[in-house]
């Protein structure tokens, strides 16, 4: 068992993303953790982050105009993993920075930094061997993405070789932006975890405690990540109060989702 399948093993879990090097980031992630989020994403910093809407692409922004660099992400993870010992910890982001000193580098520094799992955005699975089987020697998870367009026929694609949860982007568009339709999310877990082995989380577009109970329903997990990062925009170095309180009602409705 891991961190990651241990989380997901309690019940419905809560999946935050943030973007690393924006606002205070070692303050917002406690936040995160004390408003009773189970998993934590870690967005690494990119100058074109193609799945992410307006909000994630200002705080990558942010973050990279601070001088924000790879070697500064595992630094904060790391930190994170010796203060939060139990609380799974994911790097979210684009291949160039993962692969640019060879995955093998990569994988090693995930590994020392006490990072559970890895979504990398721009590597379909037609190209696993760029990172997978490096992480996989690491023991970190490569978690995948799956769409409204992962027909039967890919799904078993995607899934060889993921492990940690499936993410499931429930919108054909970028973060943010638009919500899906309830009954959409509740046909396509359905049909995704007849073949999954894994736990399956749900993200893109949820902003509420209520669409995050409703798809708690039904979903192994919920991610939620631009409502939190326009909080950071809004609130800055003050950032992790505002955090906490929408954590922790998105916690709240997750957790109790299924009672």
């Keep these: 068992m891991t961190r990651i399948s241990d989380t997901f093993a309690k019940g419905p879990s809560l999946v935050t993303f943030v973007t690393g090097g924006d606002g205070p980031t070692a303050d917002i992630l406690d936040a ?3 408003g009773g989020a189970d998993v934590i994403e870690l967005g690494m910093p990119f ?4 799945a992410d809407g307006p909000a994630i692409q200002q705080a990558n922004l942010r973050s990279l105009g601070a001088g924000t ?3 500064e992400i595992f630094g904060i993870a790391a930190a994170f993993r010796a203060r939060h010992p139990e609380v799974p910890l994911v790097l979210m982001g684009y291949a160039n920075p993962m692969i640019t000193r060879g995955p ?7 590994q020392l930094a006490g990072v559970d799992g890895v979504i990398c955005v721009d590597i379909p699975p037609e190209e696993d061997p760029e990172l997978g089987p490096a992480l996989r020697a ?3 998870s490569l978690i995948r993405l799956a769409t409204p367009t992962t027909d039967a026929a890919r799904l078993p694609a995607v899934l060889d070789g993921s492990s940690g949860f499936l993410y499931y982007v429930s919108v054909a568009g970028i973060t943010g932006l638009q919500q899906a339709v309830q009954t959409s999310i509740d046909e396509a877990v359905a049909r995704i975890k007849q073949h999954a082995k894994i736990p399956v989380a749900v993200g893109f577009g949820v902003r509420t405690p209520e669409q995050a109970g ?3 329903k039904v979903a192994d997990g919920v991610v939620v990540g631009s409502a939190l990062v326009e909080l950071v925009a809004q609130h800055g170095a003050n950032a992790a ?3 906490r309180e929408l954590t ?3 916690a709240d409705a997750v957790h109790s989702a299924r009672k």
């Design 32 to 34: 995160l953790v004390e």
């Design 47 to 50: 100058t074109d982050p193609m």
């Design 69 to 71: 660099t790879t070697a």
């Design 104 to 110: 093998e580098w990569f994988a090693s520094q995930c």
């Design 138 to 140: 690491a023991g970190v």
């Design 214 to 216: 409703a798809i708690a």
């Design 241 to 243: 109060g505002p955090v």
């Design 248 to 250: 922790r009602a998105l």
